[in-house]
T-cell receptor, first 110, second 110 residues
Framework: DTAVSQTPKYLVTQMGNDKSIKCEQN?????MYWYKQDSKKFLKIMFS???????INETVPNRFSPKSPDKAHLNLHINSLELGDSAVYFC?????????FGSGTRLTVV | GQSLEQPSEVTAVEGAIVQINCTYQ??????LSWYQQHDGGAPTFLSY????GLEETGRFSSFLSRSDSYGYLLLQELQMKDSASYFC???????????FGKGTRLHILP
């Protein structure tokens, strides 16, 4: 039933490690996004994909690499994790005016 | 650039009415949306205004004035469960992304 699901929900890892977050939507939406929410709750867009094509890359460090194997999936791989990467990462999808968000992945880098 | 301004916090009493304002500056404009986010949860879509005027959905209403670059979210008959953060968001015309305001934390007193 879940519209946008992302895994894992929590991720605790050491600096320098590489980790991935997976996202899947079953809404049939064409566009998917990754947003980062910092400790002050500011939601900032990172990437947007439309039908597997990257359309927005908001000057995110190239340690972050999104991958969309098909239009229902958008994964986020992060290399060489840094303390400042600690945040909640939300996947979202949309067709028209409203976004549907996943439940978020709380990443803590120690 | 793009910016959205909304109050950081608002406090109201259970059963009352509260209005959360949002002003925006964008290079283009395709519509104003509102999202609700409870602590530890994901943002959820509340409403969208593409044209001037009032949109009503149950206890929540949203208003837009494009000439004033201004909108608001009106919550009536406040309930304790309405305690959350509320984000206004603007979609830039021709740009397939939504920019979020920094959010308004709504505190409801019994």
């Amino acid at each position: 039933d879940t519209a946008v699901s992302q895994t894992p929900k929590y991720l605790v890892t050491q600096m320098g490690n590489d980790k991935s977050i997976k996202c899947e939507q079953n809404l049939g939406h064409d566009t998917m996004y990754w947003y980062k929410q910092d400790s002050k709750k500011f939601l900032k867009i990172m990437f947007s994909y439309n039908n597997k094509e990257l359309i927005i890359n908001e000057t995110v460090p190239n340690r972050f690499s999104p991958k969309s194997p098909d239009k229902a999936h958008l994964n986020l791989h992060i290399n060489s994790l840094e303390l400042g990467d600690s945040a909640v990462y939300f996947c979202a999808s949309s067709r028209d005016t409203g976004y549907t968000f996943g439940s978020g992945t709380r990443l803590t880098v120690v | 650039g793009q910016s959205l301004e909304q109050p950081s916090e608002v406090t109201a009493v259970e059963g009352a009415i509260v209005q959360i304002n949002c002003t925006y500056q964008t290079s283009g404009f395709y519509g104003l949306s509102w999202y609700q986010q409870h602590d530890g949860g994901a943002p959820t879509f509340l409403s969208y205004n593409g044209l001037d005027g009032l949109e009503e959905t149950g206890r929540f209403s949203s208003f837009l004035s494009r000439s004033d670059s201004y909108g608001y979210l009106l919550l009536q008959e406040l309930q304790m469960k309405d305690s959350a953060s509320y984000f206004c968001a603007v979609r830039d015309e021709g740009d397939d992304k939504i920019i979020f305001g920094k959010g308004t934390r709504l505190h409801i007193l019994p």
